[in-house]
């Protein structure tokens, strides 16, 4: 091949578009063909081989499993390299027209669980049976609760099952407390979404959802923060935790839904591809992913000069991953 291959997020997606179209039109290389998959189906994709038949780079919006690494190792992918390259927020949002909503983790917890606690009390489950977001907080409007959210081959579905979900259901501390007790339980209560029509999965297309939260007001999408800030004249984000996403919001932490986001380099093929080390240069240059670089533009939260300084250094090195380091 003469060109970079490249496969996963749709988070990371328009990103590493903007990087492959400046590289390429730099004249020396050709513009990389990226596909947006989802982080989790990009990953199987990159996983399956080594070879010009796979794909070189995999872009990710969570970190690699430690059982898609030992998956990599199995089929012959023993050196990745992995890049971070800066942080984005998962927001919550609806169409401006409609009223902002103000959540707690917990209430995001109780409108899209498939199982919740029993609103009599006592340390039971029951199916979910909140209709309106009134129903889960009477701060809340009385709307009926319709999510258009990612799929499960997605990573901003995984960060927010993580971050969103299971923190919401932390707030019970009877789930809190089965975690230590029973780890496989208390996965599937924090991490099942309801499946009666209030979440719908809307594919791995943010801008669809984007359309989709016009034609209907009362609907809530859930995205990365890239696609509100290029659509701030249409929707507006949720304040989750008294915090509204913002590049401020998530740059400092205060933003609790917020996640780093990665791309991962197969180390065999660099020498094979013309343009792999140029590339990987041309995305952790200042110029990119620095306070002023262009992917800031395009709604990337940067990382602290310590951080970009620690992965530009381990990605000149071509460090690679230890899958024993994974979770």
């Known amino acids: 091949r003469d060109y970079i291959s490249i496969v996963g997020s749709s988070t990371v997606y328009p990103f590493a578009t903007v990087v492959a179209e400046t590289f390429g039109k730099a004249g020396k290389f050709k513009t990389p063909k990226i596909e947006s998959t989802g982080s989790g189906g990009g990953l199987k994709i990159f996983c399956e081989g080594v070879g010009m038949n796979h794909p070189d780079i995999t872009n990710a919006s969570r970190r690699i499993k430690k059982s898609e690494c030992e998956t990599c190792a199995k089929n012959g992918v023993k050196d990745i390299v992995e890049v971070q390259i800066g942080y984005d927020g998962i927001t919550i949002a609806n169409d401006k027209k409609a009223k902002q909503l103000k959540l707690t983790l917990k209430d995001v917890f109780l409108a899209l669980a498939k199982e919740v606690p029993d609103p009599k009390g ?4 029951i199916p979910n049976p909140y209709k309106t977001w009134k129903d889960v907080n009477p701060a809340l409007p009385d709307i009926k609760i319709e999510v258009l959210g990612p799929p499960p081959t997605s990573g901003t ?3 927010f ?3 969103g979900m299971e923190k919401g259901a932390q707030e019970f501390d009877w789930i809190k407390a089965m975690k230590a007790k029973d ?3 208390y996965k599937a209560i924090a991490h099942t979404l309801r499946e009666d029509g209030a979440y719908i999965d809307a594919g791995e297309n943010d801008n669809l959802i984007v359309q989709k939260l016009q034609v209907n ?3 809530v999408g859930i995205f990365g923060f890239s696609f509100l800030d290029q659509n701030t004249d249409k929707i507006q984000g949720a304040e989750v935790k008294g915090a509204v996403p913002s590049f401020e919001g998530i740059a400092s932490g205060k933003y609790p839904l917020s996640r780093p ?17 140029e590339y990987m240069k041309e995305f952790t240059s200042e110029k990119t992913w620095g306070p002023d670089g262009y992917l ?3 709604g990337m939260i940067p990382m602290k000069d310590d951080e970009r300084k620690k992965v530009k250094a381990a990605v000149d090195a071509m460090k690679t991953l230890s899958c024993a380091d994974l979770k």
């Open 183 to 185: 780890k496989k339980k």
């Open 217 to 219: 007001p009362n609907a």
């Open 122 to 125: 006592g340390e039971k489950l």
């Open 161 to 163: 099952l993580e971050l």
């Open 261 to 277: 986001l990665f791309f991962y380099v197969k180390k065999a093929h660099v020498d094979k591809v013309p343009g792999m080390k």
């Open 296 to 298: 800031a533009d395009k």
């Open 157 to 159: 579905r995984d960060a």
